[in-house]
């Protein structure tokens, strides 16, 4: 290993043998390499035509100094580290990234809006620095493939300054090799407009809004456009469409999107700056961040009413006359017209025994032919002249399988008579006992039984007759069941008993027989819910309250935590909520994020539960999640009645989370209106400073909110007051061309809000 400067030079003699490819980018191809003497993972960048070529060697290996070294002095986070060159074969030798480029994540893995957030400031974090160094760095090539992730998914940019590497003899050859290297979609319009190859640091702006929407949406832009395609759309002001961006994206993203919006504008100059776009970012992520109180996957479950797959499908086909089926043999080449003579044979009950060995599309018999019209006499036909009773279809149909779906009493008597097995199943492991029990047939259940059915019989998923039958109201047939000692705690596949199935569906009546059957109350199934978790999720008063009398435990926590109270509040069942806490639930009893029920009652808004749990004595300004209490989530979460409630209940305005967000930064920042007015009204400091320094006018300003900057403004706040950065809320809203509230934040404009809060005075009314 030589050195030149500061700057290692490596040999390919200093690494392994192993060079692993592992990417081809837009200066040359990526290998992972071990280092010998130090132990140490690196990847090296090679231009391919080098790797090959030594006769490029000294004249590249010059060049390719002159850049490293500028690189290496790069110190910063976000930015790839540079640990020297390699002069054998020519590249560059940098930190290795577990993670790889974000590209590859993009297209691989489906990501958390949080993540998304995290990765686009931290973007915004590297190009800060390099446009802040003297003279400016400018990347002109950022691209999610020159965006590289470490091991815990954060960011550090790669492939800047490079372009020295590539000599462009005109505008047009750039554009085509721009094309080649899958950067075109990033160049912006001013490119293809102007004679100039760069608009300077706005070029970089451009290229890292159309990353956002990448990053937004997973998804690769103007898909299926040749190069003069992308280059018409951009140069006309066409971008990305929104609509990609997925509907179900948190309340932040509406600001990520404008940010994204400013950052593609088609004229340079309108394009914000990475100081400014930092700001935003900084905000934005950590927004996204803040609780979202859902409980565990347990509850978000909703339980998908059990039926057999083909039910109703070969019966009603079975039971179609002639003129309307057609049954090809197997090797379909039965014609229709031997078909129809066939029919008419089976018909007139000139059954045979080469007629009975015949199977039809998917295995149909005759014999389930005539179990599914029905007709006694046929089937005595079939049987007499040697058809299997047991003869199953593809699906795994028997006669007595259809004729139980078909609620046919005599017929299942005269099959099970002629030895059909009562205990054969479907292939999907549903018995005759199963479909009975699926339809409510008592008479037919009891048949069954008495000829000796598997009571407990399990299908594919592990449910039993008695778990259909409850989960369908069927306490005839659950009472036939039991009467033959079916289990009431047996356990299908999920550990659900029959009894949290009853207690879903609301079956009061089948909750009464199952725990006068000894059915576990307090059995816990995956996530370790139980049957009072669920009649209180779902608002089932009279099961809730049977399972209390019947010794229910109130306080039971889940795999999360949530008690049975969690689960009304949540819900805004509040009649239940009353009786669990009448019946001793904890009102205070935190869940594995620390939220209480009034937590959960307040990010939902359901002020009836909010005034029940503090009339039980519920601590308002209890903290959870990131020290977060019930005001901050009915504030972020824009539930203006809750926050009136929980105010009115003597709720702390000014108590701060582990950000330094009160819930008056939150209102201003979700530009609720009426909350706003609520909290300044309960006495919310309009001048608490969060860890990035902004005030509530702050937010305001970024925003562009002028109907709650004049309310901030009107309680005299400290208006010069500045952020971590140096910025005032007047700064803030100019460098980010905030015209709507420049003049308010000036003095230019009037800045009384009475008619702003006799507006809205009606509305605060109804709070």
Sequence with gaps: MASFSTLNVFSKEDFEENWTKIGTGSFGQVFKVKHRLWRTIYAIKCCPVIFYDSSFHRKSLQCLMEEAEKMEKIKFQH???????????????????????????????????????????????????????????LHLDLKPGNILLDEHFHVKISDFGLSKWMDHSSKMDYIEKSAIRGTLSYIPPEIFLQNSRTSGSKHDIYSFGIVVWEILTQKKPYPGANMMGVIVKVAAGKRPPLEEIPENRPQECEQMINLMQRCWE????????????????????????????????????????????????????LSQNNEHCSFPSDNSETCESETNFLFHLIQNNRITSEHVSMTFENRYT?????????????????????????????????????????????????LIEKHADVNLPDEDRWSPLHFAAQNGDDRITRLLLDHHAYVNAVEHDDWTPLHLACQNGFENVARVLILHHADPNIQEKEKKNPLHIAAYYGHFSLVKLLINQRANVNAKQNGWRTPLH???????????????????????????????????????????????????ANVDLKTV???????????????????????????????????WTPLHLATRYGQDAAVSQLLKAGAEPNVVEASGWTPLHLAVQLGSFLSVIQLIQHKADVNARNRFGWTPLHLAAL??????????????????SQDAHGYTPLQIAIRNKKDSVIGLLDGTESTRASSSFSAVAPEMDKL
């Design 79 to 137: 930015v790839v580290p540079i640990y020297g060159i390699c002069d054998s074969p020519e590249g560059i030798v940098m930190e290795y990234m577990d993670n790889g480029s974000l590209e590859k994540q993009l297209a691989s893995q489906q990501m958390s809006w949080s993540l998304k957030f995290q990765l686009i400031h931290e973007i915004a974090l590297g190009m800060n620095f390099l446009h802040s160094m003297k003279p400016p760095l």
């Design 593 to 627: 994020q620390g939220w209480t029920p009034l937590h959960l009652a307040s990010y939902k808004g359901h002020v009836d539960v909010i005034q029940t749990l503090k009339n039980s004595l519920a601590k308002l300004d209890i903290r959870g999640d990131m020290e």
């Design 366 to 414: 005759i014999l389930h032919f005539a179990v599914g019209r029905g007709d006694l006499e046929m089937v005595r036909s079939a049987l007499s002249n040697g058809a299997d009773v047991n003869a199953q279809t593809v699906s795994g149909y028997t006669p007595l399988i259809i004729s139980v779906q078909k609620r046919a009493l005599d017929m299942c008597a005269f």
């Design 266 to 317: 088609q004229i340079p100059g309108q394009r914000p700056c990475f100081a400014d776009i930092t700001i935003e970012t900084d905000m934005l992520m950590s927004l996204v961040k803040f609780p979202i109180v859902a409980p565990c996957s347990s509850d978000k479950e909703t339980l998908i009413r059990k039926a057999s797959n083909k039910s109703t499908t070969s019966s009603s086909r």
């Design 534 to 584: 669920i009649a209180s999720e779902k608002g089932h008063y009279r099961v809730v309250q049977h399972l209390i009398k019947s010794g229910a435990v109130v306080n039971s926590q889940d795999n999360c935590q949530y008690s049975s109270l969690h689960m009304a509040g949540l819900k805004g069942n509040n009649l239940i909520c009353k009786y669990l806490i009448q019946h001793g």
């Design 703 to 720: 925003n562009g909110n002028g109907t709650i900057v004049k309310i901030l403004l009107k309680e005299n706040p400290e208006i010069n």
